[in-house]
């Protein structure tokens, strides 16, 4: 049998309008996806984020909420209602083209309420090296979710489901600070020293019951949007033991093997590879090295040797795990407004 090669079209970036629409634009555009050979859909985060309807989705605040509780100053999200996106979803798959979601599990914002919380300040650029003793700091941390209330979960966060923050509420001061008494994971991206800490409140995924309550957010969120694969955000900041047991407990009951791509944001083949080895190949990852490539050929003037495009690239090492991309949101050029 002739081995695919499918097509993935990423339908989001950082600038869409805030008009909640973008459920309903996809449905539309359906039948020209289709036309145009698009086999995978990569939606954005669907899930309230601490912006509200502003948030692009990667400010998570509540997994549950996908534009269906009145939470942060709105209802629907950037993108629309929760029964808009399940029909785009719905739509979408009825014309076959597999819809992958966008899952994050890094690290909460926006929280409730302020806890009182002993914690050591770290250096930022090396994770590894203390700045202070334990002291008191006041962290938003408690996440009670008022809005939606004990709806699909009843289970509140609070300090204890996290390893850290970049705030401290008393002396309004930025920084990253620890929580004594907790480790930043090991078998993550040693840039910084150890970069398991990326922003808002980072979430301890050692902690038994955010592994249960993620686990359970995991099966509900596959039963009610029937989506066909997964891509994994900032995977460089989680450890790799995390992934294999997540990925094994929310597929029970499945109609099918997801497809899972995570992103790694590094040039290193070998980080890659081994990120690959250590989460026991548990999934694909973006092909980072190759967008590189990418990027000085389009920016050499002519004088980029195009037979080294695939040099140290996962499509040409470890091609069974890679997934190319020539340009992503998190390439596209920012503007301040």
């Known amino acids: 049998m002739k081995k695919q090669n499918n097509t993935m079209m990423q339908y989001f970036e950082w600038y869409l309008p805030n008009d909640t629409k ?10 020209h996806l289709k036309k145009i050979g698009i086999n995978y859909v990569w939606l954005p985060p669907a899930y309230k984020g601490s912006g509200g ?55 909460k914002m926006g929280a409730d309420e302020t806890e009182e919380v002993l914690a050591i300040q770290e250096n930022v650029d090396n994770r590894n090296i203390s700045m202070s003793e334990a002291m008191p700091i006041k962290a938003w941390t408690k996440y009670n979710f ?23 509420d008393n002396t309004a001061t930025a920084s990253i600070y620890k929580f004594y008494g907790k480790h930043w994971d090991e078998n993550v991206d040693k840039e910084k020293g150890n970069f398991d800490y990326l922003m808002g409140a980072d979430i301890d995924l050692n902690n038994h019951d955010v592994v249960v309550e993620l686990q359970n957010w995991g099966k509900w969120y596959l039963e009610i949007t029937n989506a066909d694969g997964l891509r994994l955000d ?6 790799s033991e995390f992934f294999p047991e997540w990925i094994e407990a929310i597929s029970e009951g499945a109609n099918q093997e997801l497809f899972v791509v995570g992103e790694y944001w590094s040039t290193n083949i070998d980080t890659l590879n081994q990120y690959i080895e ?10 980072v090295p190759l967008h590189y490539n990418f990027y000085r050929a389009a920016n050499s003037n002519g004088e980029f040797d195009m037979r080294t495009i695939f040099d140290d690239t996962l499509v040409s090492l470890n091609p069974e795990k890679a997934v190319t991309f020539v340009d992503n949101h998190d390439t596209q050029v920012r503007t301040s407004t």
């Open 278 to 287: 250590k989460s026991n190949g548990c999934m694909k990852l973006f092909d």
């Open 22 to 31: 973008h459920w309903n634009r996809l449905a539309e555009e359906s039948d």
């Open 146 to 168: 008022p809005g939606r209330g004990d709806t699909y979960s009843s289970f509140k966060w609070n300090w204890t489901h996290f390893h850290g923050v970049d705030w401290d």
């Open 234 to 239: 900032a995977v460089k900041h989680i450890r």
């Open 53 to 107: 309807q502003n948030d692009v989705g990667y400010g998570v605040y509540d997994l549950y909420d996908l534009g269906e509780f009145n939470q942060k100053g709105s209802i629907p999200t950037k993108y629309g209602t929760k029964d808009e996106y399940l029909t785009a979803i719905d739509v979408l798959r009825k014309k076959n083209i597999k819809v992958i979601v966008d899952i994050v599990l890094n690290h």
